[in-house]
């Protein structure tokens, strides 16, 4: 076990570390910035939260005595009350979800199409650009639908962009370089969104609740069987979390250009 005492180490950088069960005692984490990070089970006792900002999933997460979850969510909802439809139940309900985030997506992109092309390339805050997000839901599309759910071992389109911290994977393509235009991610986009409805048409209870067979090599996700609905819940949540960052960021956008 390695031991830090008193050492000065401002602006370190710790990348793909395994901390589990450390402890941070008397440490000045002030300014400190996690990205990726897996918090499960950890434990803050005489802690200054002041000025803080976290996204992320939140679940069983208790604020001096209080489970704070259910309190975010609820005030989610209530900001966004179109947010509850991408936790549909029934094969209606997805459909239903499906039509609100294409709807959702269309006006999204119509902002996007006001601002310069280059400026569709840029980062905010370090976060993907316009143009990357439109990239990594393509990813998305085609690993928990045409890879999990249909079968495909290798459904990647070369503009699919997996998360940053995804280990490289034979066969997955990660080009951070290329630099497609808005119209070319878009037609892409475009075919994978109406893969998705093709299938939400189909789908039945008995559907739902099936589970996956594992598809076996290289890939996203591993192979494993997974309840049908999850997979779709995820590409759900995939589509409304990635846009509602990309809105955020095309405010800022939209001021810079002003």
């Known amino acids: ?19 589990t069960g450390s402890l941070f005692q008397s440490c000045d984490l002030s300014k400190v910035e996690f990205r990726a990070v897996d918090m499960t089970g950890v434990t803050m006792r005489s802690v200054d939260l002041i000025d803080v900002r976290i996204d992320g999933s939140i679940e069983n997460m208790v604020i001096n ?36 985030i294409e709807r959702l997506w269309t006006q999204t992109v119509g902002r996007a199409r006001r601002l310069p092309p280059a400026t569709l390339h840029e980062s905010v805050n370090g ?9 990594h839901l393509t990813f998305a599309t085609d690993s928990w639908l045409q890879r999990a759910i249909l079968g495909d071992p290798s459904p990647w389109d070369a503009l699919g962009l997996p998360w940053d911290e995804m280990p490289d994977t034979v066969g997955v393509p990660r080009d951070r370089s290329a630099r497609p235009s808005l119209d070319e991610v878009l037609h892409l986009r475009r075919d994978r969104m109406d893969r998705v409805r093709h299938y939400l048409a189909s789908v039945d209870e008995a559907t739902l609740r099936a589970h ?5 090599g290289p890939g996203w996700p591993p192979p494993q069987s997974l309840e049908v609905r999850r997979c779709l819940l995820i590409i759900l949540n ?6 509602r960052f990309a809105e955020r960021d095309l405010d800022v956008l939209e001021s810079q250009s002003r």
């Open 127 to 135: 976060e993907w650009s316009f143009i990357e997000t439109l990239r």
């Open 1 to 19: 076990m390695t031991e830090y005492v008193g050492d000065e180490l401002q602006g370190s950088r710790f990348r793909q570390v395994d901390l």
């Open 238 to 243: 995939e589509e409304w979390e990635h846009r």
């Open 65 to 100: 005595g209080v489970d704070v979850g259910p309190l975010i969510e609820a005030e989610l909802d209530r900001r966004y009350p179109l947010r509850a439809k991408m936790r549909p139940t029934t094969p209606e309900g997805f459909l239903e979800a499906w039509d609100v």
């Open 212 to 216: 996956t067979t594992p598809v076996e």
